[in-house]
């Protein structure tokens, strides 16, 4: 139940303009320090989640990887394996569904 709020509340954050989506750009983003959260499909390639893991572990960021990219595709509407969140208020508050 809290893993779909998580996402409806990504679907909003989406909506209201604070993601990122893609590897690079979140990568970039989390480089310059503007990614609150960074969100990788459990199904990525062992590259891509190895690159942006190892990013969000050096700038610490905190890093979720509970989501199948259908699942993330469908709640932001595109097909994307990586998400960033860039508010500090939408990540606080997946971070708080996706753990309890």
Do not use: W
């Amino acid at each position: 139940m809290n893993k779909q709020k998580a996402l409806n509340l990504l679907g909003l954050a989406m909506r209201a303009g604070k993601l990122v989506t893609g590897e690079e750009m979140t990568v970039q983003k989390i480089r310059t320090q503007e990614v609150k959260l960074a969100l990788v499909a459990e199904n990525a390639g062992k590259n891509t989640r190895k690159k942006v893991k190892d990013k969000s572990a050096f700038y610490q960021v905190p890093f979720v990887d509970c989501f199948h990219s259908s699942e993330l595709s469908q709640a932001i509407g595109r097909q994307r394996l990586v998400v960033g969140v860039l508010d500090s208020g939408f990540a606080k508050k997946i971070k708080e569904l996706i753990s309890s």
